[in-house]
């Protein structure tokens, strides 16, 4: 299989006045560094599907939180427009949806997400879909292999984000690609 | 991108009275049996009872460093307790060994399994001060105060907390919550938890089923002390208008941080310190100062309304606010029209 995507990403923090609320907005207005720098992202066609590999730098990996009330797992998602106006940095808007899959390290499989703007992603499960983690010399390796993502086949972008746990990262406190990442 | 709160028909609230609170813990009882039996609540009360001076449960929740809101009612970023040194983290027993050990020569006696650091009520009956000269304490009973500008319902990035048009009971929307505890940063009173099992967001929902019946909330059902009224705020006949807005002698706690609770507290008289002669003097066991960080400066009105209508009491003459504090006709406490049900004579 050869890669249709293969390159090293530069992240951003995913803007905290745009959050949802009045809480996050205020409370983490200084998160405007990612703490997440870039990610390896690599996109290979299978068949009718797709796999997808991202990989970044994570020193302090957050695999678990049972039975703790203040910790977060790391995660990361990957995500594709189902309209070509679809918006990338909201997660979508209404009538203009991304969809994609999200791996959480406290979890074997990735779930199904749905998003159509900040606050609305649905998860569900990923018929087909897996997603194999690893964790070495301070890296996370996430490898999505989906049998079939319509989205990304159509409109060939996606966009990704990475939560660090340790840092208490999550919904909206992220990094993610400063944009859509195209390929031929 | 501030949510638009919707402001309710009516507000239904809770007035507490700390001169009756005995510390009995039926209401928290009460609570978690209905409602908390879950592993991933395990560690939650949402009706729990504090002793004060003390740290409170969880641990601090009266600094408010750890509030989501300045005192000035401003948001700040608050502090999510964890369960070592918050909550403290549900004891298991050696139950299996004791009883096994019961016929034994020597005896297994029943304690916690692993090291206990902390949990509800750890510094219960401490207080503070110096036997006999000012040593005091008091009990606070604390639920969620389903506040008219809710911190948690402003904090969610997902909309899943709501409150409610016909009461202005604050509800979580367990199948919206993805987790993430932005509310119990946010809610300076932490009274909101994270079910570590479900991984959801869960909270006190003011009894919702049997408000719906016109029946009050556990906690305030099963009080043995009476010291619990439950009414709505608009109702002029009710327990809550006569107390909060008739004889302004109940007041929400840490007003300071503008969230407008609806779960109100008549503050605690107290004896006499005395002198180093063992004398009373004319100051209160508990401060006024402490009181006042704790309820605001209507706490001083509030306590000289109290003395003055038990000392009318004391000479024989009639108080309408003693009458009701007493609850001398318990089914008053109670007033939850039209579809009243609570039929105790």
């Given amino acids: 299989m050869t890669a249709v995507m293969k390159r090293t990403v530069n992240l951003m923090s995913a803007p ?88 959480r390290a406290d979890r074997g499989e990735p779930w199904q997400v749905h998003a159509e703007g900040l606050g609305t992603m649905q998860r569900a499960v990923a018929v087909g879909a897996q997603a194999n983690a690893s964790w070495d010399s301070g890296r996370w390796r996430v490898v999505f292999t989906v049998p079939d993502w319509p989205a990304l086949t159509s409109q060939r972008r996606l966009a990704c984000a990475v939560w660090r746990g340790a840092a208490k990262e999550r919904a909206g406190l992220k990094a993610v690609s400063p944009g859509w990442l195209e390929f031929a | 991108m501030k949510y638009e709160v919707p402001r309710p028909e009516r507000q239904v609230a809770m007035v507490l009275d700390l001169n009756k609170c005995l510390g009995c813990q039926t209401c928290t009882i009460a609570c978690k049996k209905l409602w908390n039996t879950d592993t991933g609540t395990d560690y939650a009360y949402w009706n729990n009872v504090e002793t004060l001076p003390g740290k409170g449960y969880p641990a601090a929740v009266h600094d408010p460093a750890t509030a989501g809101r300045t005192t000035g009612g401003e948001v700040k970023r608050g502090v999510l307790p964890n369960l070592d040194e918050g909550y403290g983290r549900a004891w298991t027993f050696n139950h299996r060994q004791s009883l096994a050990s019961a016929g034994a020569e020597e005896k297994i006696w029943i304690k916690p399994a692993g090291q206990v650091k902390w949990g509800p009520n750890f510094d219960e009956d401490q207080g503070t001060g110096t036997y006999p000269k000012d040593n005091h304490y008091f009990y606070l009973p604390r639920l969620c105060n389903h506040c008219t500008h809710p911190a948690c319902l402003d904090a969610c990035p997902r909309a899943a907390i709501d409150k409610r048009r016909e009461d202005g009971i604050v509800l979580v929307d367990q199948d919206r919550c993805h987790g993430y505890r932005f509310c119990v940063e946010a809610c300076p009173y932490k009274k909101v938890y994270y079910d570590h099992v479900r991984q959801v967001s869960a909270k006190c929902i003011f009894c919702l089923p049997r408000i719906e019946e016109g029946v009050a909330p556990a906690c305030a059902r099963q009080c043995p002390g009476r010291l619990r009224f439950v009414g709505f705020r608009d109702d002029r006949e009710g327990p809550i208008w006569k107390l909060v807005d008739h004889w302004k002698v109940a007041m929400p706690l840490h007003p300071e941080y503008g969230l407008g609770p609806n779960v109100f507290y008549v503050p605690p008289l107290s004896p006499p310190k005395l002198d180093a002669a063992g004398r009373p003097t004319a100051e209160p066991r508990i401060p006024t100062a402490y009181l006042e960080s704790l309820f605001g400066a ?25 009458h009701l504090l007493v609850a001398f006709e318990w089914h008053k406490n109670f007033r939850l029209e039209p579809r009243q049900r609570e039929v105790l004579s």
């Fill in chain 2, 298 to 322: 209507a706490v001083h009105p509030a306590l000289e309304t109290l003395r003055a209508e038990r000392a009318k009491r004391r000479r024989g003459e009639p108080s309408e606010l003693m």
């Fill in chain 1, 16 to 103: 905290p006045t745009m959050q949802p609320g009045g809480y996050v907005p205020v409370a983490y207005a200084d998160r405007v560094s990612p703490l997440t720098g870039a990610v390896e992202i690599a996109v290979e066609p299978m068949g009718q599907g797709w796999r997808v590999t991202l990989s970044w730098e994570c020193p302090e990996p957050v695999r678990d939180i049972a039975t703790e009330t203040d910790r977060f797992v790391d995660a990361c998602a990957i995500f594709a427009p189902t309209d070509p106006e679809s918006p990338w940095v909201t997660m979508g808007a209404p009538g203009q949806a991304v969809r994609g899959y999200l791996w």
